[in-house]
């Protein structure tokens, strides 16, 4: 990695009940391996379902690798389609995780707002997506446990930003030769939307979807 890349950061959760090898994870590594094109790094790291571990694993990378995006994956086995969350909440962390806790007061950040947002547009992205026949679905409400969890910790110590995507654990997107090209499309998308969001004269819509597949 030169000191000229941006660096984004992708995680994806360890095992998980019948999960054994988490999709979530793998389409994690596999976007290693494909990349996001010139000039971007692509740094993984895989999330243990705990509460506790995973909190300091996110402040690990915001501390040491401060990435421009911090993009974590999770499974949502009922879902066909892949998920975009625009949202993390603070509170209502009552199932307890693989080691059998749950945070204190339910909470995740004590005092914190109860929602905080993404610095990315979600609902105008996924918009954008459908119109090219992307399989994909905006969400406000990331479920209460991990997911949710680790979204709204990584919002708050990256200042928005970070994104989650929910992936299928079923279906026709369920493989990473179909659900991995769909992600990148939507990371790099991201990132342009990053960079646009810095120069207002720039158009915020994505033409760019278009030919993100070849960057």
Wanted: net charge neutral; glycine share 8%.
């Amino acid at each position: 990695m030169s000191q000229s890349d941006a660096v984004v950061a992708v995680t994806g959760f360890g095992p998980f009940r019948q999960y054994l090898i988490n999709p979530s994870w793998q389409a994690a590594q596999h976007l290693k391996m494909m990349g996001l094109g010139k000039g971007v790094e692509v740094y993984i790291k895989e999330l243990p379902v705990s509460y506790v571990k995973a909190q300091q694993l996110v402040a690990h990378i915001w501390e040491t690798v401060n990435p421009k995006l911090a993009v974590h994956l999770g499974l949502a086995p009922q879902a066909k389609a892949v998920t975009l969350e625009q949202s993390g909440k603070n509170r209502g962390y009552r199932d307890r995780d693989v080691c059998g806790f749950c945070p204190h007061g339910n909470v995740c950040v004590e005092g914190g707002p109860d929602k905080l947002d993404s610095v990315m547009d979600i609902k105008s992205l996924t918009r954008t997506l459908k119109s090219t026949s992307l399989d994909v679905i905006y969400s406000r409400d990331a479920g209460r446990y991990l997911c949710d969890f680790v979204y709204y910790w990584s919002l708050h110590l990256g200042k928005g930003r970070a994104v989650f995507i929910h992936v299928p654990a079923s279906g026709s997107l369920a493989t990473p030769e179909s659900l991995v090209p769909l992600l990148r499309s939507i990371i790099i998308v991201m990132l342009h939307q990053l960079d646009a969001s810095s120069r207002p004269d720039q158009d915020q819509e994505h033409p760019e979807l278009f030919n993100a597949m070849s960057v």
